[in-house]
Structures are given as C-alpha cells and as structure tokens.
C-alpha cells in the first residue's frame, strides 16, 4: 500500500507520488505576535509526524517553515515591554519562545526559517512581476492583487467570485477594482485602526506605525499573503510538493497565495494541499485573541513532551480535536503503557534471562502484525490515531511474553529475538515517526520537575560537601552512592563537584 492523502485542492483522497526522492514541504508558520500555544503546536508536530514518515518512506526532505515578523498585531505590542521599542523588538521575542517549543516538543529542525523582514527584496521583485503581467495595480501607493484576472480563483475554497466577500481594512476598499482584491503592498506603516484592534494594554503618547521599506510605489509594507509565496519560491522553486497549514488558512490566506503565485510563474505553486483541523478548548477553537490558550512551554511543564505528542496522535491531522480532561488523561494512560513495556521489553531483553534459542512465535508474529498495521495506518492518510493503536496492540504481546515467561518453575527464559525486534520496533516507529522519547530520561516529566530534580542534587552535594569538611568521609560517600542509585553520576573536580542525569 502506498501513502496517500487528502488533497484539499481536489477535495479528495490520493495518491501521493513525486518524481525523484526528494519531497519539498512548506509548513505555514506563525505570526510572532504572542506566546506558541498548543494549538499552534497541533500543526508543527502533524507537520512534522509527516516530515517523519516521509524519511521513513526513504525520501529526502525539504522542510521550510516561514516566521511572520511583519504585522499590525505585532506592531500593536509596540511599548507593553520596556524593552519593546520597536516592531522587531517584539518579534524576536515571540520568535526565540517559539523555537524554542519547537525544540521542546522534540520536532525535526526545518532547513531554514525564512522571516518577511529578510525576504522584502524577493517580495517587492514578486509584486512587480504581478503588475507587469496585469494581475496587479498600483492604487494610492498600494499594490492590489486583480481576483478577476485570475480565471481559477476561488478553486481551493470553493468558492465564486461573485459570492466572495470583501478582503482587506474597510479604508482599502475605495482604493480597490473589486471587493475581493487583495493587497500585495501597503502604502505607508500600520493604521491606527490596526494598532487600536490588536492592542493590548492602556497606551500613552505616539501609536506605533511598524517599519516600513522603500518600493517603487513608495514608503509601505507588504502584505500577509504575497509574503508566503515569495518566501517558499525563495528556498524551494516555483513548485512545492506539499504546502501544509491550519484549515482556518483555506480562505483567504492559501487561496491567494495560489493566484499570485501560478500568475506570476504559469506553474502549479503546489502538488498538494494539507490542512490541519482545529484544536478546541471550553468549546472553542483554541485562540490567543479569544484567550482560551495553554501555552507550550507550561504545557511540556506540567505534562511533558512524550504525554503532548501521544495527545497528538489521538486524532488523525485532518480532524478536529479538543483538549479536555479526559483526551489527556487518555494520552497519559496511551503513553504510560507503551513507555512501561519499553522499558520492561529493554530490561529483560538486557538481562542473562534472555535467551538465544527461546522461541515465542506469538510475540515474533505480533511485531510483524504491528509494523503492518502501523504502515497501513500512516499511509492512510497519516492515520496517527491507529498508528498508535498497532504499537499499543504490540504492548499486550509483549507484557504476555514477560509475564509467561516468568511464571514458570523451569527459569526464566525470555525470547532475546522476540524481544530485539520488539524493543526495534517501539524506537523505529514510536521515535523515529511519532517523535516519542523513549531512552531520554526525564523526558516524559516537565521542565519544572527536571528543575526540581535538579534542586536538590545540589542540596545533597551540598550536604556531602559539609560532610567531606567536617572529615566524615564515610557520610559523604554514602551521599554520594545514594544520588548514584537513583541515577546521578557524580565528578569531583578542580572547580568543585558536578553531576549529570543518566
């Protein structure tokens, strides 16, 4: 069975199929205007669960994910801070708190990270193509992009022109041809209309206007959608193989990104169309403007990345999703079984009870069942949910192989083969697709009781180091034999004793 997925595009299942072993995946990133929650998070670990299985497949890939660092609601955070001078102050902020869930929550690195603000010569040299082909007029200073020019807009959406409601601030629209245009350039910096919408908090003195770049049509910014497309054309050609991004990106944001690209390259601008459903909260989409979000980093907090990643693929990517007591209580049992067996397969698999010439041909047919339930899973459309179900499926055999194989009155012999491939079996799918931690310790508690822990190892060195000046050398080892017991390895050196988690 190959993979296939659902193409929004064509609004159907298909084949998945490139020329070459090389797939080029354009991630929609975020506006770096607040803190990364977990829905923002549902999308970078589907995104990249298929960035995964791709490389399992055997392609190489090339992931792109852009970061918006140009945008009125950043703009509008101009001042909350002190160090919050200006437009990219607040944005470098929100975009180190970012990767930094990004690396939290174990996901593969992009190859790049393309930012607006250091992609405006690529943009501007798109938006003059536009206008030089007729899909573009300049108006006021602006640039719009001519929906009527362009003979499939409204495709991805499904949607016609006619029906299509105005785009864009209510102070662009006498400058535009038709309702639905959108714009490419905006003539000066962020209106105060813009700024007073997205602010936040009480402002005194001068509104914020963001930064602003010389263009042929004037002093401006570019607009949200064009910033997309001259960004992936710049580090992945005129053609993407998948281009993947949240469903409540449809319209208008992808539909545009389309017509301004194939009008300014007569190429397809993607072969596929991935879109993520919705993560909801109290009944609502999960939403900083609403206020209905958990953040990521408290999130890995409090339930660490292995409990956030088995929520995860609780859902397959296309469906919605709610976070509710009961989907993480389900995730914490999901993840508390599989971890357990992992560890219980690894201990006896490493102990002299493992034998070379036991044989359990149950536990040998259930991790060949597993590995063909799991690739028939993920290739079905990146079924992650049943996916997990196959390695769950494989947790019951194995704890049956244990269990036999201890209760019985002719010594312990567990099957080393049966086991070998199980424990394989768990990292070559459970890490190396679902992006699981199997082997990390602590990964499975959160940065807050890895920081504990930290804690009072060094109030044990500390009490071993008074020990060792009061000459009770005997007390002092024991302290620290007991941190080696509970896996802390303790150095002496020059500067003093330092440790690390085993």
């Given at each position: 069975?190959?993979?296939?997925?659902?193409?929004?595009?064509?609004d159907e299942r298909?084949?998945?199929?490139?020329?070459?072993?090389?797939?080029?995946?354009?991630?929609?990133?975020?506006?770096?205007?607040?803190?990364?929650?977990?829905?923002?998070?549902?999308?970078?670990?589907?995104?990249?669960?298929?960035?995964?299985?791709?490389?399992?497949?055997?392609?190489?890939?090339?992931?792109?994910?852009?970061?918006?660092?140009?945008?009125?609601?950043?703009?509008?955070?101009?001042?909350?801070?002190?160090?919050?001078?200006?437009?990219?102050?607040?944005?470098?902020?929100?975009?180190?708190?970012?990767?930094?869930?990004?690396?939290?929550?174990?996901?593969?690195?992009?190859?790049?990270?393309?930012?607006?603000?250091?992609?405006?010569?690529?943009?501007?040299?798109?938006?003059?193509?536009?206008?030089?082909?007729?899909?573009?007029?300049?108006?006021?200073?602006?640039?719009?992009?001519?929906?009527?020019?362009?003979?499939?807009?409204?495709?991805?959406?499904?949607?016609?022109?006619?029906?299509?409601?105005?785009?864009?601030?209510?102070?662009?629209?006498?400058?535009?041809?038709?309702?639905?245009?959108?714009?490419?350039?905006?003539?000066?910096?962020?209106?105060?209309?813009?700024?007073?919408?997205?602010?936040?908090?009480?402002?005194?003195?001068?509104?914020?206007?963001?930064?602003?770049?010389?263009?042929?049509?004037?002093?401006?910014?570019?607009?949200?959608?064009?910033?997309?497309?001259?960004?992936?054309?710049?580090?992945?050609?005129?053609?993407?193989?998948?281009?993947?991004?949240?469903?409540?990106?449809?319209?208008?944001?992808?539909?545009?990104?389309?017509?301004?690209?194939?009008?300014?390259?007569?190429?397809?601008?993607?072969?596929?169309?991935?879109?993520?459903?919705?993560?909801?909260?109290?009944?609502?989409?999960?939403?900083?403007?609403?206020?209905?979000?958990?953040?990521?980093?408290?999130?890995?907090?409090?339930?660490?990345?292995?409990?956030?990643?088995?929520?995860?693929?609780?859902?397959?990517?296309?469906?919605?999703?709610?976070?509710?007591?009961?989907?993480?209580?389900?995730?914490?049992?999901?993840?508390?079984?599989?971890?357990?067996?992992?560890?219980r397969a690894v201990?006896?698999?490493?102990?002299?009870?493992?034998?070379?010439?036991?044989?359990?041909?149950?536990?040998?047919?259930?991790?060949?069942?597993?590995?063909?339930?799991?690739?028939?899973?993920?290739?079905?459309?990146?079924?992650?949910?049943?996916a997990t179900a196959?390695?769950?499926?494989?947790?019951?055999?194995?704890?049956?192989?244990?269990?036999?194989?201890?209760?019985?009155?002719?010594?312990?012999?567990?099957?080393?083969?049966?086991?070998?491939?199980?424990?394989?079996?768990?990292?070559?799918?459970?890490?190396?697709?679902?992006?699981?931690?199997?082997?990390?310790?602590?990964?499975?508690?959160?940065?807050?009781?890895?920081?504990?822990?930290?804690?009072?190892?060094?109030?044990?060195?500390?009490?071993?180091?008074?020990?060792?000046?009061?000459?009770?050398?005997?007390?002092?080892?024991?302290?620290?034999?007991?941190?080696?017991?509970?896996?802390?390895?303790?150095?002496?050196?020059?500067?003093?004793?330092?440790?690390?988690?085993?």
């Open positions: 069975m190959t993979l296939s997925v659902t193409d929004t595009l064509r298909v084949e998945f199929t490139v020329d070459g072993d090389e797939v080029t995946l354009y991630v929609c990133g975020l506006t770096v205007s607040d803190d990364p929650h977990l829905g923002h998070a549902r999308l970078w670990v589907h995104a990249d669960v298929l960035h995964r299985w791709l490389e399992h497949l055997g392609y190489d890939v090339r992931h792109v994910e852009n970061v918006t660092d140009v945008n009125e609601k950043i703009a509008a955070r101009v001042g909350e801070r002190e160090a919050w001078t200006a437009e990219r102050d607040v944005a470098e902020t929100f975009t180190a708190e970012i990767f930094e869930s990004m690396r939290g929550l174990n996901l593969r690195r992009a190859e790049v990270y393309p930012r607006v603000s250091g992609h405006v010569p690529e943009i501007i040299d798109l938006v003059e193509s536009l206008v030089a082909a007729g899909y573009a007029y300049e108006s006021n200073g602006s640039v719009y992009f001519d929906v009527t020019a362009f003979e499939d807009y409204g495709a991805l959406s499904n949607q016609e022109i006619a029906e299509l409601e105005a785009q864009g601030e209510p102070d662009e629209r006498a400058e535009k041809r038709h309702p639905a245009d959108f714009a490419l350039w905006k003539a000066g910096g962020v209106s105060e209309a813009a700024v007073r919408e997205h602010r936040k908090h009480d402002h005194e003195g001068d509104l914020p206007e963001g930064e602003t770049w010389e263009s042929p049509w004037g002093e401006g910014r570019p607009g949200w959608h064009v910033e997309c497309s001259a960004m992936s054309m710049t580090h992945l050609g005129d053609t993407l193989d998948v281009h993947m991004g949240g469903r409540d990106l449809v319209f208008p944001h992808h539909e545009n990104e389309i017509a301004q690209s194939e009008a300014a390259t007569g190429e397809t601008f993607a072969r596929y169309w991935l879109h993520a459903g919705l993560l909801s909260m109290e009944g609502e989409k999960m939403s900083s403007s609403i206020g209905n979000f958990w953040t990521v980093p408290d999130a890995l907090e409090e339930l660490g990345v292995n409990v956030l990643r088995t929520f995860y693929a609780g859902a397959a990517y296309r469906s919605e999703q709610a976070l509710t007591d009961e989907t993480i209580a389900e995730a914490e049992e999901r993840w508390d079984r599989l971890s357990r067996t992992h560890d201990a006896a698999l490493d102990s002299v009870d493992a034998h070379a010439k036991a044989s359990d041909e149950a536990l040998r047919s259930a991790v060949e069942t597993t590995r063909a339930d799991f690739t028939a899973a993920m290739n079905d459309d990146l079924n992650v949910r049943e196959a390695l769950l499926e494989l947790t019951d055999a194995v704890n049956r192989h244990l269990d036999a194989a201890e209760d019985t009155s002719d010594g312990v012999a567990y099957d080393y083969r049966g086991l070998r491939r199980a424990v394989e079996t768990f990292e070559d799918l459970g890490e190396a697709v679902l992006g699981l931690r199997f082997d990390a310790a602590g990964a499975d508690a959160g940065d807050g009781d890895v920081e504990l822990a930290g804690e009072l190892v060094e109030l044990v060195l500390e009490l071993r180091e008074a020990a060792r000046e009061a000459g009770e050398y005997e007390r002092a080892d024991e302290l620290r034999d007991a941190l080696e017991d509970v896996g802390v390895t303790v150095e002496d050196g020059p500067e003093g004793p330092t440790y690390r988690f085993e």
